[in-house]
C-alpha cells in the first residue's frame, strides 16, 4: 500500500531522477559529499533536518508521507484521553487530507475493495468527511 511502508530513500531518489537535479547540485546544496547522498538512497529513514533540506531542495514536502501514514493507519484516539492541550507544541484540530489520501479511499470504495462503513472504521474518517467527498466526486461526473 503507498503509505504503510514509507522508505524516504526511494521516495528522494525517484523525486531527483524526476527533477534530474545534478549529484553536484545536490552535494553544495545539502554541503554532504557524494557518499552521504548514496547512503540517503538507501535509507529507510533519515535526519528530519537533512529532510527539510531535501524538501527544499526538490520542491516537495517529503513529511506529507508520515502525515499520511499517521492519517490512514494510527488508531484513533479515545474522545477524552488527554484534555489539556499542549501550550509548547501546536495542536492540530483536524486531520489534513491530501488529494492523494482522497484518491486512495475514493479509489478502494468504488473498486469494491472497501464499503463506506469500513472505510470509516478503519481510517476514522468521518462520516460527513466521506460524503463530502462522494458527493463532491458525484457532481464533476
Known amino acids: 500500500m503507498l503509505y504503510k511502508e514509507i522508505h524516504i530513500?526511494?521516495?528522494?531518489?525517484?523525486?531527483?531522477?524526476?527533477?534530474?537535479?545534478?549529484?553536484?547540485r545536490i552535494c553544495n546544496f545539502l554541503n554532504k559529499d557524494e557518499e552521504f547522498i548514496e547512503n540517503v538512497y538507501t535509507s529507510k529513514s533519515i535526519d528530519t533536518d537533512i529532510l527539510l533540506r531535501w524538501c527544499k531542495l526538490l520542491?516537495?514536502?517529503?513529511?506529507?508521507?508520515?502525515?499520511?501514514h499517521l492519517i490512514l493507519?494510527?488508531?484513533?484516539?479515545?474522545?477524552?484521553?488527554?484534555?489539556n492541550k499542549s501550550e509548547k507544541i501546536p495542536y492540530f484540530r483536524k486531520n489534513i487530507?491530501?488529494?492523494?489520501?482522497?484518491d486512495f479511499i475514493m479509489k478502494r470504495i468504488i473498486s469494491g475493495e472497501m464499503t463506506q462503513s469500513e472505510?470509516?472504521?478503519?481510517?476514522s474518517i468521518p462520516k460527513s468527511t466521506l460524503?463530502?467527498?462522494?458527493?463532491?466526486?458525484?457532481?464533476?461526473?
Open 9 to 24: 530513500g526511494k521516495f528522494i531518489k525517484e523525486r531527483v531522477d524526476e527533477k534530474e537535479i545534478s549529484i553536484e
Open 59 to 68: 520542491e516537495y514536502d517529503f513529511f506529507r508521507l508520515y502525515s499520511s
Open 73 to 83: 493507519y494510527s488508531p484513533p484516539s479515545a474522545v477524552h484521553k488527554n484534555p
Open 97 to 102: 487530507y491530501t488529494q492523494e489520501i482522497k
Open 119 to 123: 472505510v470509516i472504521k478503519e481510517y
Open 131 to 141: 460524503h463530502r467527498w462522494l458527493q463532491k466526486r458525484n457532481d464533476v461526473e
